[in-house]
Nanobody, 119 residues
Framework: QVQLVESGGGLVQPGGSLRLSCAAS????????MGWYRQAPGKQRELVAV???????NYADSVKGRFTISRDNAKNTVYLQTNSLKPEDTAVYYC?????????????WGQGTQVTVSS
């Protein structure tokens, strides 16, 4: 099993910044992908950004140039630096870790952290 603990959400004004963190523990494979997804009220959960254990990244078009994902493999921790926040970034942000191999994968999720962008 894998446990994910998120922190760093909160209330911020438009144009502000937040740094989200997610620490993983448990049965973590050396090759994995960690990332952030978000879900706004009435909408489906969507990918925000992911990063592989090798450092490759992928971002949603809506956050490119504003958000930066990074990770510390020694600490099994992933970070999401969010800048120039907009009201439409308001959502519950979920940390994800994907363990996988050839022909299989398993997803683990954190409990979510609320990000509210409002004046």
């Amino acid at each position: 099993q894998v446990q994910l603990v998120e922190s760093g959400g909160g209330l911020v004004q438009p144009g502000g910044s937040l740094r989200l963190s997610c620490a993983a523990s448990g049965s973590i494979l050396s090759i994995n992908t960690m990332g952030w997804y978000r879900q706004a009220p009435g909408k489906q959960r969507e990918l925000v950004a992911v990063i592989t254990s090798g450092g490759s990244t992928n971002y949603a078009d809506s956050v490119k140039g504003r958000f930066t994902i990074s990770r510390d493999n020694a600490k099994n921790t992933v970070y999401l630096q969010t800048n120039s926040l907009k009201p439409e970034d308001t959502a519950v942000y979920y940390c994800n870790l994907r363990n996988g191999g050839i022909g299989w994968f398993k997803d683990y999720w954190g409990q979510g952290t609320q990000v509210t962008v409002s004046s």
